[in-house]
């Protein structure tokens, strides 16, 4: 590994039985097929200085794109495994490969972030625990090659499906005013699925290792970056919703509560829901305030930031909290119901006991009927984090005794008259505020 104390010695010279197995067998690929050049990040970057790292990880799309190929140990844990092993050979394996396989378990590639990084540049020459597979997208067609009965395709996921990727490389190889604002949006929100389950050693690491591709999503939107989301869609990238429940508030997070970067975390969005989806007509972006690692740098780490907001703060009512697997496409059934998903169940403010408040901050809705929104906390004066988000899934259960003349037991089918529900329910007029998200 390069460091300050030991890039003497390493510019001297390195013997490759020094070095860990992994990195030996990549140099050892690398000669048997022809090539003098290797591009290895413990070795070409120094791992005890920051601002190093942090001025190569702005150009990481720039190496990756420019590579010949990547060379990727798929089953690898770490460099100590090593992937130039042999195969097996004293059994055959017959698998048949269906249009949907399930994907290959022992692939720990699959779920290190640099694997989001580098699929989206250079070819790949993929080593796996029983085969050999070759990808590339820069050609056309794609080429797939593998060395067994296997497609290629068989050792991705539906998180690696080769058509999604062929649909992000497209994009990001053409003009960006070919693209549907919303295609490439959705795109966005995939990718960020994929990668926010990946792992990483630094959570701090999680919007500079994802820099290179925002940049390139930039030049297609000509949007605006803000801490992992888009200006022009907000509302709807602020209702990013935690996939598992099992990670803990005590991992450590990074970045503010409002990005899907603060959550240590596979993140996801509704987006098959997206469409019929609206912002709240009293929820509004007024500003942001963001503080940079790197000034100039948007797509890179964050000291801190804040966003300066004004929407409709409602008291918590009774709601059932749920895992959010179960989230999408729940029935209220015949009352009504708020669905609650906390970012982290074992968070000490959001315990019965814990003596903080929270509040639901109204986002968006759908066809007037169900609301989506957050649970935030105050913790100063005026200034709220995220620690959950909430849905009302129908306010249509409603009978004419119990609402208001307007709206008479249908849906609602404009603001005011879905503000009327409301008002039923929480028994307030208004509460239209100005306040401050960390």
């Known amino acids: 590994m390069l460091t300050q104390d030991s890039k003497t010695c390493l510019f001297s010279g390195i013997d490759p039985q020094d070095l860990d197995p992994t990195i030996r067998d990549s140099v050892k690929v690398t000669q048997e097929l022809g090539f003098r050049f290797l591009w290895v990040d413990a070795l070409c970057i120094f791992q005890d200085d920051d601002t190093w790292k942090t001025r190569e990880l702005e150009i990481m799309g720039q190496i990756y794109r420019n590579a010949t190929f990547t060379i990727v140990a798929s089953w690898a844990e770490d460099v100590k495994n090593g992937f130039c092993i042999a195969a097996y050979q004293h059994k055959t394996w017959l698998v048949v490969a269906t249009d949907n396989p399930n994907p290959p378990s022992g692939s ?58 062929e649909d992000i490389m497209t994009m990001v190889r053409s003009k960006k005013d070919s693209f549907q604002t919303k295609k ?22 999680r919007l500079p290792a994802i820099s290179a591709l925002a940049r ?30 099992h990670y803990s508030v005590s991992g450590g997070t990074s970045g503010p509560s409002w990005s899907w970067a603060s959550y240590d975390g596979e993140t996801r969005w509704w987006v098959r829901k997206h469409q019929g989806w609206r912002p709240d007509q009293d929820f509004e972006i007024l500003g942001s305030v963001i503080e940079l690692t790197s000034p100039g740098n948007p797509f890179g780490k964050v000291k801190a930031a804040e966003l300066h907001v004004r929407g409709l703060l409602l008291p918590p009512i009774q709601y059932i909290e749920i895992d959010p697997n179960e989230f999408d496409g729940r029935d209220a059934g015949e009352a009504l119901q708020t669905f609650v998903s906390f970012d982290y169940n074992d968070d000490p403010r959001v315990q019965p006991d814990s003596g903080f408040s929270l509040s639901f901050l109204v986002v968006g809705n759908r066809e007037w009927s169900r609301i989506d929104g957050l649970v935030v906390l105050e913790e100063e004066e005026n200034r709220y984090s995220r620690v959950g988000c909430f849905r009302i899934m129908d306010l249509s259960p409603m009978t004419p005794e119990n609402i208001s ?30 306040f401050v998200l960390i």
């Open 216 to 245: 390139e999503f930039a030049s297609i939107l000509g949007d605006r970056y803000i801490c992992g989301l888009w200006k022009s869609d907000l509302p709807f990238g602020l209702m990013w919703l935690p996939r598992k429940l």
């Open 108 to 165: 720990e590639w699959k779920r290190v972030v640099r694997s989001a990084r580098n699929r989206y540049y250079s070819g790949r020459l993929q080593f796996a625990h029983d085969q050999t597979t070759w990808i590339c997208y820069c050609s056309e067609p794609p080429a797939q090659e593998c060395d067994g009965w296997l497609a290629g395709t068989w050792y991705g996921h539906d998180i690696y499906s080769d058509d999604y990727f």
């Open 405 to 434: 003349p307007e709206v008479g037991g249908r849906l609602a089918k404009s603001h005011e008259e879905l503000r009327a529900c409301l008002r039923i329910l929480w028994g307030v007029e208004h509460n239209v505020r100005q």
């Open 184 to 205: 490439v949006l959705w795109n966005w929100y995939a990718l960020v699925k994929v990668y926010s389950n990946r792992k990483l050693r630094y959570c701090d690491d």
